[in-house]
Nanobody
Framework: QVQLVESGGGSVQAGGSLRLSCAAA????????MGWFRQAPGKEREFVAA????????YYADSVKGRFTISRDNAKNTVYLQMNSLKPEDTAVYYC???????????????????WGQGTQVTVSS
């Protein structure tokens, strides 16, 4: 079992920045590829970014590419999502997710992930 706890959400004006953190506990963090997803009101949850277990490769949704950066610190059992140039359409609950893997891939589908955090709210005002 892996427990994931997100933090760092909040309210910001358009053009601002936030840094989300997701702290993991329970298993060896470096055995897991990680991802960030988000769900806006009235919409389905969507992929945002993913990172391999080592942090060597990352992948982003087109809507956030160039503005968001995913990273991880395996010594701290934490994955981050740095969000810059925020837009009102980035408003959503952001979730981190973990997928057990012995490979080197990253994953962009919800069903591929084994564990989920409870989410943290991000609100961007215009």
């Amino acid at each position: 079992q892996v427990q994931l706890v997100e933090s760092g959400g909040g309210s910001v004006q358009a053009g601002g920045s936030l840094r989300l953190s997701c702290a993991a506990a329970g298993r060896t963090f470096s055995n897991y590829a990680m991802g960030w997803f988000r769900q806006a009101p009235g919409k389905e949850r969507e992929f945002v970014a993913a990172i391999t277990w080592s942090g060597g490769m990352t992948y982003y949704a087109d809507s956030v590419k160039g503005r968001f950066t995913i990273s991880r610190d395996n010594a701290k059992n934490t994955v981050y999502l740095q969000m810059n140039s925020l837009k009102p359409e980035d408003t959503a609950v952001y979730y981190c997710a973990a997928k057990y893997t012995r490979g080197t891939g990253y994953y962009q589908n919800e069903w591929q992930y084994d564990y989920w955090g409870q989410g943290t709210q991000v609100t961007v005002s215009s």
